[in-house]
């Protein structure tokens, strides 16, 4: 029962997550290392990120119109007025309007490289990412205040990862290998202090969220166990990276690019993996003791 | 492997977890009842809006419900359109929360045969 309306609606929920962390992430790479790149790279990664963009944008707004079916569990309830009211007064409106905004923004702003594309592009990417923070579970959590924050935090050193990984595999297989190299050194020095950033602000968010360890054995305790154990793999796929073969890329060795852009690609499938389990989990559970009812502002009519 | 992939999905997506869980329902969850069933009730732990009701027999027909009222409110009492034969039916719903995180569960309760007097 219900089946159709629900993956459709939860599929397109993950590919936006996707989407959006990748147009988001690979801006952020474009922005931090456009002048240690060649400028046809520079050129097509920014053309990935603005594909990216557009593509999380035309799904953002699919799922939106969805939403309404999912929430009857039928397709025929798409346009029911009603429905598509609640999903604007509720926090999922002005989130979905925050991340079209944020990525018809990044998205026009990925044309070329000026001051002021800059500047389009940072709004358009922290708005993208502020939307997470906007809806959901932690709009209506009485510390919204905390997660909000953690929550910006999480996403966006995520996206910092994720839309790395694609320009990094690129790097290392054309140009000089020492240019490759640098940006490799270059982007370890600053991963290794963001990235423990997601783990950090997912613990905090997850302290919160989840507030005893027997409520870790629900399933959304379970999914995020899952999500840990998911970061963890990339981690640990990353330290192979930097440990071994990242200082061979720079050094030519071609067997160790090989190895090096395998393992790249294996993050970026695992993190994909992590985004969807993302979807899932919002999608489908709770935190076993938050309130999602309506609130006392609410107007909640008797039925009979 | 196909069936696999389609049974995770099916058990995930069936088991959508209650934030405002059903705390009670008339008919109540694997009753037998003899009185003829007039209406569904559903009664929440907040107030939800309740947004679909499906009763099926056992054979999976749909049996005609009132449609849920386009409003939120914690019970939901739902006319039942059409005489319920001895059998078993399952009450399929679905509602929405404050942030429309979805909920959805099912019951099922039994409609037994009258005795003659």
Same mark, same amino acid.
Request: net charge positive; proline share 5%.
């Given at each position: 029962?219900?089946?159709?309306?629900?993956?459709?609606?939860?599929?397109?929920?993950?590919?936006? $997550?996707?989407?959006? =962390? @990748?147009?988001?992430?690979?801006?952020?790479?474009?922005?931090?290392?456009?002048?240690?790149?060649?400028?046809?790279?520079?050129?097509? %990664?920014?053309?990935?990120?603005?594909?990216?963009?557009?593509?999380?944008? %035309?799904?953002? +707004? %699919?799922?939106?119109?969805?939403?309404?079916?999912?929430?009857?569990?039928?397709?025929?309830?798409?346009?029911?007025?009603?429905?598509?009211?609640?999903?604007?007064?509720?926090?999922?409106?002005?989130?979905?309007?925050?991340?079209?905004?944020?990525?018809?923004?990044?998205?026009?702003?990925?044309?070329?490289?000026?001051?002021?594309?800059?500047?389009?592009?940072?709004?358009?990417?922290? &708005?993208?990412?502020?939307?997470?923070?906007?809806?959901?579970?932690?709009?209506? !959590?009485?510390? /919204?205040?905390?997660?909000?924050?953690?929550?910006?935090?999480?996403?966006? *050193?995520?996206? =910092? /990862?994720?839309?790395?990984? /694609?320009?990094? $595999?690129? *790097?290392?297989?054309?140009?000089?290998?020492?240019?490759?190299?640098?940006?490799?050194?270059? $982007?370890?020095?600053?991963?290794?202090?963001?990235?423990?950033?997601?783990? &950090?602000?997912?613990?905090? @968010?997850?302290?919160? =969220?989840?507030?005893?360890?027997?409520?870790?054995?629900?399933?959304?305790?379970? @999914?995020?166990?899952?999500?840990?154990?998911?970061?963890?793999?990339? @981690?640990?796929?990353?330290?192979?990276?930097?440990?071994? =073969?990242?200082? *061979?890329?720079?050094?030519?060795?071609?067997?160790?690019?090989?190895?090096?852009?395998?393992? +790249?690609?294996?993050?970026?499938?695992?993190?994909?993996? %992590?985004? +969807?389990?993302?979807?899932?989990?919002?999608?489908?559970?709770?935190?076993? !003791?938050?309130?999602?009812?309506?609130?006392?502002? !609410?107007? *909640?009519?008797?039925? !009979? | 492997?196909?069936?696999?992939?389609?049974?995770?999905?099916?058990?995930?997506?069936?088991?959508?977890?209650?934030?405002? #869980?059903?705390?009670?329902?008339? #008919?109540?969850?694997?009753?037998?009842?003899?009185?003829?069933?007039?209406?569904?009730?559903?009664?929440?732990?907040?107030?939800?809006?309740?947004?679909?009701?499906?009763?099926?027999?056992?054979?999976?027909?749909?049996?005609?419900?009132?449609?849920? #009222?386009?409003?939120?409110?914690?019970?939901?009492?739902?006319?039942?359109?059409?005489?319920?034969? #001895?059998?078993?039916?399952?009450?399929?719903?679905?509602?929405?929360?404050?942030?429309?995180?979805?909920?959805?569960?099912?019951?099922?309760?039994?409609?037994?045969?009258?005795?003659?007097?």
């Amino acid at each position: 029962m219900f089946l159709a309306a629900d993956l459709a609606v939860i599929s397109l929920r993950a590919l936006t $997550f996707v989407a959006l =962390f @990748m147009a988001v992430g690979t801006w952020i790479f474009v922005a931090l290392w456009e002048r240690d790149l060649a400028p046809e790279q520079a050129e097509r %990664i920014r053309n990935v990120a603005r594909a990216a963009a557009v593509v999380a944008l %035309i799904v953002t +707004v %699919i799922h939106y119109v969805l939403s309404p079916a999912r929430m009857a569990g039928s397709f025929g309830s798409t346009f029911d007025p009603s429905l598509e009211a609640l999903l604007l007064q509720s926090s999922s409106g002005p989130a979905s309007i925050a991340r079209v905004v944020g990525l018809a923004l990044l998205a026009l702003s990925l044309d070329r490289a000026t001051k002021l594309n800059t500047i389009g592009a940072g709004i358009g990417a922290t &708005l993208a990412l502020a939307s997470f923070a906007f809806g959901g579970h932690t709009s209506i !959590h009485p510390l /919204w205040f905390v997660l909000g924050p953690l929550l910006l935090v999480h996403v966006a *050193a995520a996206a =910092f /990862w994720f839309g790395a990984l /694609w320009p990094l $595999f690129a *790097a290392a297989g054309e140009g000089p290998p020492q240019r490759a190299g640098l940006l490799l050194e270059q $982007f370890t020095r600053l991963a290794i202090r963001i990235v423990p950033l997601v783990l &950090l602000a997912g613990v905090g @968010m997850s302290v919160v =969220f989840v507030r005893s360890v027997s409520e870790l054995a629900t399933p959304y305790g379970a @999914m995020l166990i899952a999500k840990t154990v998911g970061f963890g793999g990339c @981690m640990a796929l990353a330290g192979v990276n930097k440990g071994r =073969f990242a200082p *061979a890329v720079g050094a030519g060795n071609e067997r160790a690019t090989w190895a090096f852009r395998r393992i +790249v690609a294996a993050e970026w499938a695992l993190i994909v993996v %992590i985004l +969807v389990t993302t979807a899932v989990m919002t999608s489908l559970y709770a935190p076993e !003791h938050l309130e999602g009812a309506f609130g006392a502002g !609410h107007s *909640a009519e008797p039925t !009979h | 492997m196909r069936y696999l992939f389609s049974a995770v999905l099916l058990a995930i997506v069936s088991t959508a977890a209650a934030h405002t #869980p059903l705390t009670a329902t008339v #008919p109540a969850a694997k009753a037998t009842v003899s009185a003829p069933v007039k209406e569904i009730v559903l009664e929440f732990g907040g107030d939800v809006r309740l947004t679909a009701v499906v009763l099926t027999d056992a054979q999976g027909a749909n049996k005609k419900v009132a449609a849920a #009222p386009a409003t939120v409110a914690k019970k939901f009492a739902l006319a039942v359109e059409e005489d319920l034969k #001895p059998g078993a039916y399952t009450v399929n719903w679905r509602a929405v929360g404050a942030d429309t995180h979805v909920v959805s569960g099912d019951f099922r309760f039994t409609v037994a045969a009258a005795t003659p007097l």
